[in-house]
């Protein structure tokens, strides 16, 4: 079984006026020189998955400008034994849509016919950054497995907005606070759980893998209230907790707080301390074990999105990572300036060349 797109088309999408690409199941190198719009084609195919994509960008910064209010992309999908036709776009800088064999569907049905991973270079500093960006990160894996934990977090974060206005507004009133706790108390349990169900399969995955890149030990850490696991235990804490955040104007328990942290395993250092190389394997390691607990849960590997991922790995990673990809049969769409760097690939791969002219993004096939 194969989760690829056989065909994909960007109107007025970022840099690309009309691009029209034709594909099977192979990995897609795609090579030209920096700013030429490789990375926008990442993008687009990112968007056939829940979200804002892998730049989390506005659908209006997304537009093609001046001469476009809008985008449109259309794929063929092909997802285990069945072949999809999928479109998603955005009028006036609208929320995008989707339709689905040209039904319209909500963002979230995406998550349940397609899988998609990325690494790009803005998660490089991730393990020595801020907590938002390690929890979007899990998310983001979390989502692979569990294509409903998008809606949870979307309804925790409306249930905790709201909650957070009655405590900047002083509000003391319980009333006011329990309906929104209980429904915070729900979504939170159920995101809590998801999070830790995907880093056991990710354990699972790692565990006793051949592969060229180092095994991460991940751990969840609920913040420094704690994290209760039951939907009473947290909206109890929730309520117990008001006087607290009242003081702070903010909600200081619940899964917002979580953190993601790693060891490189082998050296049993933590990876905030590793080097930058060590990092990105790290990563690396975490975006392959992904995709092969995905290969067996889903029933195929997902779309895997590696931004330049190749520059900042020797020869030897390199062409340990192109097997590992071919290996698992997964359709990754790879970036890089320079034709060399996928060498290692063969004819295990096909070719994209990306240039611009007059201001826009030319599509053609090396």
Not at 111 to 118: C, K, P
Not at 253 to 260: E, S, T, V
Not at 270 to 299: H, M, W, Y
Not at 331 to 343: D, I, K, R, V
Request: with cysteine; glycine share 8%; proline share 4%.
């Amino acid at each position: 079984m194969t989760l690829s797109l056989s065909a994909l088309t960007l109107s007025h999408f970022r840099s690309h006026k009309v691009a029209r690409l034709a594909l099977d199941a192979r990995p897609v190198a795609i090579c030209g020189p920096n700013g030429a719009g490789k990375t926008n084609i990442l993008e687009a195919v990112s968007l056939f998955s829940p979200g804002r994509g892998l730049r989390r960008s506005s659908a209006e910064d997304m537009t093609r400008r001046p001469e476009a209010l809008g985008w449109k992309l259309t794929g063929v999908l092909h997802s285990l034994a069945q072949v999809h036709e999928v479109e998603t776009w955005s009028e006036g800088g609208a929320a995008r849509q989707v339709r689905i064999d040209g039904k319209a569907a909500a963002q979230t049905a995406l998550g349940r016919i397609a899988r998609v991973l990325w690494l790009i270079p803005a998660m490089d500093r991730l393990w020595i950054e801020g907590a938002e960006g390690r929890r979007r990160f899990l998310d983001r894996m979390t989502l692979s497995f569990v294509p409903d934990h998008a809606q949870q977090s979307l309804e925790y974060e409306k249930a905790m907005r709201e909650r957070n206005r009655l405590l900047k507004d002083m509000v003391r009133d319980a009333h006011w606070y329990a309906a929104l706790e209980t429904r915070m108390a729900e979504t939170g349990t159920a995101i809590h759980a998801n999070r830790l169900q995907a880093l056991k399969d990710l354990e699972e995955a790692q565990s006793g893998a051949q592969t060229a890149f180092p095994a991460a030990n991940l751990t969840l850490q609920p913040g420094e209230l704690g994290m209760p696991d039951t939907v009473d235990g947290l909206r109890d804490a929730l309520a117990a907790g008001r006087k607290r955040d009242l003081s702070a104007g903010r909600t200081l328990i619940g899964p917002h707080r979580a953190d993601l942290y790693g060891v490189y395993a082998a050296k049993d250092v933590p990876a905030k301390d590793c080097s930058t190389g060590e990092q990105k394997a790290l990563l690396v390691s975490l975006i392959l074990a992904n995709a092969r607990a995905l290969a067996r849960d889903f029933g195929a590997p997902p779309l895997l999105l590696l931004d330049e991922v190749a520059a900042h790995l020797d020869a030897d990673r390199r062409a340990a990572l192109y097997d590992e990809i071919c290996a698992l049969g997964a359709q990754a769409w790879m970036t890089g300036t320079e034709t060399s760097l996928f060498e290692g690939l063969g004819q295990r791969a096909q070719y994209l060349n990306v240039t611009e002219t007059d201001g826009a993004s030319m599509v053609d096939t090396l």
